[in-house]
């Protein structure tokens, strides 16, 4: 079955950068989209960068900029480089990663970003 591991969550302080980290197995990498979510604390979860398996990139409108989703085909991980972090940028953090051609689907356990001084 396809698993997903996040890592790299942790506390920074406004203004730093931090890098999260997803290693995928059970798949071929390349053949699924893939996507960061997030869900601060009493709100929903909503996206916040998509990769496509041909390497399109789409954005929430409060990252544009600041943050970029990547992938290392080989390694079969996904990245989200943050920079120019806020606090309002606080959340779990999860990856997701959906199969264009079955259309499985699969989420990653979260792990957590705290921004603050």
């Known amino acids: 079955q396809v698993q997903l591991v996040e890592s790299g969550g942790g506390l920074v302080q406004p203004g730093g950068s931090l890098r999260l980290s997803c290693a995928a197995s059970?798949?071929?990498?390349?053949?699924?989209?893939m996507a960061w979510y997030r869900q601060a604390p009493g709100k929903g979860r909503e996206l916040v960068a998509l990769?496509?398996?041909?390497?399109?990139?789409n954005y929430g409108d409060s990252v544009k900029g600041r943050f970029t989703i990547s992938r290392d085909s080989a390694k079969n991980t996904l990245y989200l480089q943050m920079d120019s972090l806020e606090p309002e940028d606080t959340a779990v953090y999860y990856c997701?990663?959906?199969?264009?051609?079955?259309?499985?689907?699969?989420w990653g356990q979260g792990t957590l970003v705290t921004v603050s001084s």
């Open positions: 997701y990663a959906r199969s264009n051609r079955s259309g499985r689907e699969a």
């Open positions: 059970g798949m071929t990498f390349n053949t699924y989209r």
């Open positions: 990769l496509t398996s041909n390497g399109g990139t």
